[in-house]
């Protein structure tokens, strides 16, 4: 019996929802998928799926499992690569995850620099807005703007974010310019979900939040700078997003005396990842790189 290749069965499945669809995802028939299901489960001893006609939904024992398997699966698949490869070259695959507008903006030719100049390594990207465990996930590295901490994962910081305010020249016309936080109680605003409707400013006597009332709540930049434009409200967003509206005359930068809380984007790598020869250069690389995203993009 192949346990391995049962598991990488049980994480298709897990992944997309139903045997079908993870049958076509791993090219075999559905009742292969589902002979592999049964002997995994034999074999655990337990139930990993709750089966109905329209849909597969994990088990209590199904979600402890996928929560081990996907690293467990990655740690087989790094002992193999390291087996074949020369460790005096740098080759093998990386999973990496990222978000998607900075991906789209700046990060895309990042990477593709970076296999440009290493022929012998291979990438998979995926581009994830939604925080995640890489570990757990089977990636070696996710590279995200949002602060986390997970068990097995260590986190290299890359480069400084400081978001800021945008408003439409229309938008202030129309509403007035705020110059105070407080003030923005009384303003529509377009949020970022994943930072959520507390906005965190810095002032000289401290910190100062403000609960802002939502217009637009989106987990896409391009969806709120797309809004702002169109003179729907105030929006929070980092330069690199806004820079060629701003200087286009679409947006108009607001409350400079009280800049918003700054961020960073961050590599989170699994220790099984970290010490990789590849992984290592990618980060080193993202770094370099990121600089100059430092100086001309936040």
């Not at 489960?41 to 024992?61: H, I, P």
């Not at 939604?130 to 480069?159: H, K, W």
């Not at 108009?252 to 961050?266: C, H, I, Y």
Request: contains cysteine; proline residues 5%.
């Amino acid at each position: 019996m192949d346990v391995l290749g049962n598991l990488r069965t049980f994480l298709a499945v897990a992944s997309y929802g139903g045997f079908s669809e993870a049958a076509r995802k791993l090219h075999v028939v559905p009742s292969v998928v589902a002979k592999r299901i049964g002997q995994l489960e034999k074999t655990m001893g337990s139930r990993l799926f709750e089966r109905s006609t329209r849909s597969v939904v994990l088990t209590e024992a199904g979600q402890q499992l996928q929560t081990r398997a996907a690293g467990l699966v990655a740690d087989f698949d790094d002992l193999v690569s390291t087996v074949k490869c020369d460790d005096s070259k740098l080759e093998g695959h990386i999973r990496v995850m990222a978000p998607t507008t900075f991906t789209m903006v700046y990060l895309g030719p990042v990477i593709n620099a970076f296999l440009e100049k290493h022929e012998r390594i291979t990438m998979e990207l995926a581009l994830v807005d939604l925080s995640s465990n890489p570990q757990e996930q089977g990636f070696d590295i996710a590279i995200s703007g949002r602060t986390a901490s997970y068990e097995g994962v260590i986190d290299v910081p890359l480069c400084p974010v400081r978001p800021m305010l945008f408003a439409s020249p229309a938008y202030l016309v129309s509403k007035g310019e705020p110059v105070h936080p407080r003030e923005l109680i009384d303003h529509q605003c377009l949020v970022f979900a994943p930072t959520g409707q507390t906005w965190q400013f810095q002032s000289a006597r401290g910190a100062i939040s403000v609960e802002v009332k939502t217009r637009l709540l989106a987990d896409d930049n391009r969806t709120l700078l797309d809004a702002a434009i169109r003179g729907m409200g105030v929006v929070a967003l980092p330069l690199y997003v806004a820079r060629d509206a701003l200087e286009a005359g679409e947006l108009q930068a607001l409350m400079g005396k009280f800049p918003l809380q700054e961020t960073w984007f961050r590599a989170y790598i699994p220790r099984r990842s970290h010490k990789l020869a590849r992984i290592h250069a990618l980060v080193q690389w993202l770094g370099a790189h990121l600089e100059n995203f430092t100086e001309t993009g936040t």
